[in-house]
């Protein structure tokens, strides 16, 4: 079956740096886009980044430009984000997802807390 293993979250202070994973299995992971969505408390869940599975194009929400890079390893079935430059405001649970045959899956959540 299709997981998603997300790791890596932890508290940082401002400007630090973090690196997600999250690790796959049960798909065809070089033809997936897959995504970074985060959820901050109160908030709605939001699209943070994605890299589509055929020519490795990413997008990014604007809040995020500049300082985090979404890659993607097919040997391993890993996607990673990596968050430079981390602000108070990127404090939310970080949750790896994909869609397959029109179901969206989605991994367990990390936390990421940023704090001074």
């Known amino acids: 079956q299709v997981q998603l293993v997300e790791s890596g979250g932890d508290s940082a202070q401002p400007g630090g740096s973090l690196t997600l994973s999250c690790l796959t299995s049960g798909f065809a992971f070089r033809q997936a886009g897959m995504n970074w969505y985060r959820q901050a408390p109160g908030k709605e869940r939001e699209l943070v980044a994605r890299i589509f599975g055929s020519w490795n194009t990413t997008n990014y929400v604007d809040s995020v430009k500049g300082r985090f890079t979404i890659s993607r390893d097919n040997n391993r079935a890993t996607v990673t984000l990596q968050m430079n430059d981390l602000k108070i405001e990127d404090t939310a649970v970080y949750y790896c997802?994909?869609?397959?045959?029109?179901?969206?899956?989605w991994g367990q959540g990390t936390q990421v807390t940023v704090s001074s």
């Open positions: 997802h994909t869609r397959i045959a029109g179901r969206a899956y």
